[in-house]
């Protein structure tokens, strides 16, 4: 693996989150292997990577796999040297606008929809029997979920509402992170999209600094894109050593056996060996017949690790 290269991403075209890191690529011009993976689960070409962790996107760099945007992200910012990539960087205004798009407005954005248009819309998609599976698995997802999202009217006013303070917000600066790009664009641009995406619309015209912002952030697109099968991401895997593990704090789980997996929703754990926990992540062995050792990654905030 060259220090920044051979960015693998597990994603779907339709995934908001896959679409944020995406767009990272875009505007930094990393050249990625894209995998595509079914958008229910189960995902056969990712679940023997991961070792369940359901959530999309996953970003693998050979025998490294790392779980969640905001970990990803670390990562680009980490090898692409620019820190405004990275999570921790963002003011506090930033911080609270990125907090609700990735909370209620994210889910708002189907919670504010009327459900047949929302019905109709995976019909042509999906099919019948695929919408089906897709209501089967979200619903069930979002039953064990700590996120209780609005619907309805009070979603609608919960999308107007960022609408108008990210207009605002960028009423005195080209980008929310300030003249340049920074990590709180791609984590609030991708609601955005998707809810325009989704309703096949536009901003208001009054919306004249977010329209702006907008275009300027899909300006240049997905940067180097070249499609892997599942198979060849497998490979890599199989024929890489994870890299070195950084320096560890103390942990009481410090090699053992632990499980790990997201507070939020898609809760479904990870178990293998915690072998380093930084300030930011956690990594876990996985020692598996197929790809023999792998670590996989996950932030700190956000997810719940004990012992297995
Ligand atoms: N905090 C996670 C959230 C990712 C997320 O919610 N992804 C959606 C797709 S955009 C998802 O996994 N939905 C359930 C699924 O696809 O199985 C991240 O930043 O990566």
């Known amino acids: ?36 993976s079914p958008a229910i689960p189960p995902r056969p070409n990712l679940d023997p990577l991961t070792g369940g962790y359901r959530r999309i996107p996953v970003a693998q760099l050979g025998a490294d796999i790392l779980c969640d945007t905001a970990l990803i992200s670390l990562e680009i910012a980490r090898l692409t040297d620019r820190a405004a990539l990275r999570p921790d960087s963002m003011t506090e205004d930033c911080a609270g606008l990125v907090a609700r798009a990735q909370g ?9 929809e009327p459900p047949l248009k929302i019905l109709r819309a995976l019909l042509s998609k999906f099919g019948v029997r695929e919408t089906y599976r897709f209501f089967k698995d979200r619903s069930g997802m979002m039953k064990h979920a700590t996120i209780k999202p609005p619907s309805g009217k009070q979603a609608q006013a919960v999308i107007a509402a960022f609408f108008d303070e990210l207009d605002m917000t960028l009423a005195d600066r080209p980008f929310l992170s300030g003249d340049g790009v920074g990590y709180a664009d791609f984590a609030a641009i991708h609601p955005v999209k998707f809810k325009l995406d989704l309703m096949g619309g536009t901003l208001p015209d009054r919306l004249v600094h977010l329209k702006r912002w907008y275009d300027a952030m899909l300006l240049p697109g997905h940067g180097a894109r070249t499609e892997l099968a599942p198979e060849q991401a497998f490979e890599i895997a199989a024929g890489s050593e994870p890299r070195g593990l950084p320096p560890t704090e103390a942990h009481d789980c410090l090699n053992k056996k632990v499980q790990i997996g997201p507070e939020d929703y898609g809760q479904e754990p990870v178990v293998g060996d915690l072998v380093a926990a930084t300030p930011e992540r956690f990594i876990v062995a996985r020692h598996t017949e197929k790809f023999g050792l792998l670590h996989v990654h996950f932030p700190r905030l956000g997810y719940t690790l004990s012992e297995a």
């Open 1 to 36: 693996m060259t220090e920044n290269g051979n960015w693998i991403l597990h994603h779907y075209e339709d995934s908001p989150y896959a679409e944020k890191i995406r767009l990272m690529f875009g505007h930094t011009g990393l050249a990625w292997s894209s995998v595509l």
């Open 104 to 112: 209620d407005v994210f889910f708002s954005v189907i919670t504010s």
